[in-house]
């Protein structure tokens, strides 16, 4: 059975507005007093510390990543987004991410070789290059004297158009592979107005059947890119359906784009209300790397993943029954005390950084996480050295969050940048 509920937390438990704008008092609370906890509003076994976390992910004959599980459950969406999905689109095989061991080995080497660390070394001027054409612009508002919204100026085209080129989507084409995200991934967080599922669902076919004529074209015209990488293995000993590349296509297009957009976001809202941590990057630029880590783990992109309980399992004193579905709520466990000392303090330094786990863990830990922090690192080295300083550039500016059960996204961020050699 399930332990006891602490008394006093918000009635919508994580999809209350109150959670979704700030959920770090709500984490402290379920470390101390029930660390697996069942979300009153999802029935959600919520897993909050680090080693529970990680036994879960090694479990993988107790936890599914099978994500059919959640077909299963009751549906709330629009009978009209429905058909839309499944009448004009292509179905949704689950692989990579969606599969369990020895099934999922085959997806992951696919997906792999695109990520090797050589292959991201490689590409760290292709990265500068682009932070650079994203900078240009805000540095020119600078100069005006004018503020910037940095979410739209350069956190949400900077991975849309890394993951975008790795992919072969033409660049005329990004903004479209942003919309398709926001389509694909607004439906999981639980938090969409019918109207909206009916959206996401006709964006949803028409992302499909975008992709569907590029893979055709790679089938007759291959290129140097990953989407002919897997249009390849469609040919091969265990040959892919298209059905199978789309949604391949879905789950790196959506980690390449959304994760990386919040992170860089949430990092430098970290920096500009901690200017004393900004101080300690410019006087020393090593310490980006570990900075990023803890960008990482203060304000972790995707605040929770799911699993299925295959059978009944006890974890911290709770009996988690067969069929019951369990969140590993990232956000929660890089703030765990038990692992790290003073989590809500914003440290730079930290020694321990680098042991978060926004990435995950285990056989599902993100194959792009080398490219994100990559993409991390390269766009704050070039923000700290081009900049002399920023700050918000509204006093009065309330952050507002995109509203999903499982990410964490800042909706805009109004910056005022000072070039280098300015007072």
């Known amino acids: 059975m399930a ?13 209350d507005p109150e959670v979704i704008a700030c959920p770090y008092p709500l984490y402290a609370r379920l470390h101390a007093e029930a660390p697996v906890w069942q979300d009153p509003a999802t029935g959600f076994f919520v897993i909050t510390r680090y080693a529970d976390m990680q036994a879960v992910i090694r479990d993988t004959e107790s ?23 499944r009448e004009e689109g292509y179905a949704r095989p689950q692989v990579l991410q969606r599969n369990d061991p020895p099934r999922h080995a085959r997806y992951r080497r696919l997906v792999d070789r695109a990520f090797t660390a050589s292959r991201v070394r490689a590409m760290q001027p292709y990265i500068a290059g682009i932070v650079d054409e994203l900078v240009a612009p805000i540095a020119a508002a600078a100069a005006r004297g004018e503020p910037v919204e940095f979410m739209s100026a350069f956190a949400i085209p900077l991975p849309s158009i890394v993951i975008a080129d790795q992919i072969g989507v033409p660049r005329a084409d990004v903004a479209s592979v942003r919309r398709w995200t926001d389509a694909l991934l607004d439906p999981v967080g639980l938090m969409i107005s019918p ?18 004529a590029r893979i055709a074209e790679r089938r007759a015209h291959p290129r140097d890119d990953m989407l002919s990488a897997l249009v390849a293995e469609m040919e091969g ?36 209300r901690h200017p004393e941590e900004e101080a300690k990057l410019r006087a020393d630029p090593s310490l980006v790397a ?18 299925e309980a295959r059978r009944d399992v006890t974890l911290g004193g709770v009996t988690i029954p067969k069929g019951a579905v ?9 703030r765990d005390p038990e692992k790290f000392e003073e989590p809500d303090r914003f440290d730079v330094c930290r020694a321990n950084a680098g042991a978060q786990l926004a990435f995950g863990a285990g056989v599902h830990f993100c194959p792009g996480a ?21 700050e918000l550039a509204e006093p009065d500016f309330v952050p507002r969050y995109r509203p999903s059960f499982f990410l964490r996204g800042l909706e805009r961020l109004p910056v005022r940048f000072r070039l280098a050699g300015t007072a």
């Open 63 to 85: 936890f599914s990543n099978d994500l059919l599980f959640l077909e299963r459950r009751p549906r709330t969406a629009p009978a009209e987004a429905e058909r839309i999905l």
């Open 370 to 390: 080398m490219l994100a922090r990559a993409e991390m690192a390269t766009a704050f080295r070039t923000l700290l050295d081009r900049f002399a300083g920023f």
């Open 290 to 307: 570990n900075f990023v880590e803890e960008a990482l783990r203060m304000e972790t992109p995707v605040q929770g993943l799911f699993r």
């Open 326 to 334: 369990v969140m590993l709520r990232h956000g929660a466990v890089n």
């Open 237 to 272: 000993e265990e040959p892919l359906s298209t059905e199978e590349v789309l949604n391949l296509l879905e789950q790196l297009l959506t980690g390449g784009n959304e994760t990386t957009t919040n992170a860089l976001g949430s990092a430098l809202l970290l920096l500009l």
């Open 3 to 15: 332990g006891a509920a602490p008394q006093g937390l918000p009635p919508g438990g994580l999809v």
């Open 195 to 212: 109207e909206r599922e009916v959206e996401c669902a006709r964006e949803t076919v028409e992302f499909q059947r975008y992709f569907a």
